[in-house]
């Protein structure tokens, strides 16, 4: 863990400690991985000094776990790369039915060996995502905005005028 703790960005590091670490409280999950190499990352946003990416990892064999979809970020610091985010974007069941949150990256997967299906562009996806949610929010206040003006335009009433303010507080000077 402390290797874990020295590869870890600010984001992945706030709220917690080194010992809280070495004592399995942590921001990652426990998943009991299988193999020490991967190969089928995904880039799904990458700059000068970050680089967005989904990663799939499939359980040992007899584990009892599905396969997990991963999200994460690493960002430079000076001449190092730390894992500043890492989370659990899908899980699968062991029949690589999705089970979990999807998070667009791919679809069902086999519960042996990686999926080499892509999924949709990630900017792509978030776009489509945004404006369901948008339409979504949004279709609520139309129809009630239509339901409540009856398809009519409003009529204001008419104002009084306001009265005149009182010489004391104009014959002040402050």
Not at 14 to 23: I, K, M, P
Not at 94 to 122: C, F
């Amino acid at each position: 863990m402390t290797t874990a703790w020295r590869l870890a960005g600010p984001e992945l590091r706030a709220g917690s400690t080194l010992r809280q670490w070495r004592n399995d409280v942590s921001p990652i999950p426990y998943y009991p991985v299988a193999g020490k190499t991967f190969h089928d990352w995904m880039t799904l946003d990458a700059g000068p000094n970050f680089v967005e990416f989904a990663l799939q990892v499939f359980p040992r064999r007899g584990s009892r776990l599905g396969a997990w979809a991963l999200s994460g970020l690493v960002v430079r610091r000076g001449s190092q790369w730390l894992v500043d985010r890492l989370y659990t974007a899908a899980t699968y069941n062991t029949a690589g039915a999705l089970t979990g949150p999807p998070d667009l990256i791919g679809g069902p997967v086999s519960s042996g060996a990686p999926s080499t299906r892509r999924g949709l562009n990630a900017g792509f996806a978030a776009r489509i995502v945004c404006i369901a949610v948008i339409v979504l929010l949004l279709m609520p206040a139309l129809l009630l905005s239509l339901l409540l003006c009856d398809g009519r335009p409003r009529r204001r009433r008419p104002t009084r005028p306001l009265p005149p303010l009182p010489m004391s507080a104009l014959s002040r000077r402050g």
